[in-house]
């Protein structure tokens, strides 16, 4: 008797267990793909600074403001 109760609250522990990694794995994907668009976002965004720079360069030049 005593190994079946061994047996079944080994189950119920490993039962929670796993359940509770399905949790953390969700999370973890979750997790990913919202750093994933952040990524993406902060590319963008970079891009969008790069080409102010270059415009602002080009103004630059042409109103004389800087040495070529």
Known sequence: MS???TNTLIYETL???QETLSLHTQ???EV???LGTLEQQYAS???RVDRIDQRL???ERRL???EV
């Open 45 to 47: 965004i970079s891009r």
């Open 64 to 66: 004389d403001l800087v």
């Open 27 to 29: 999370y973890h994907l």
């Open 32 to 34: 990913k793909d919202r």
């Open 57 to 59: 360069d080009r103004v």
């Open 15 to 17: 039962k929670r267990m």
């Open 3 to 5: 190994d079946t109760v």
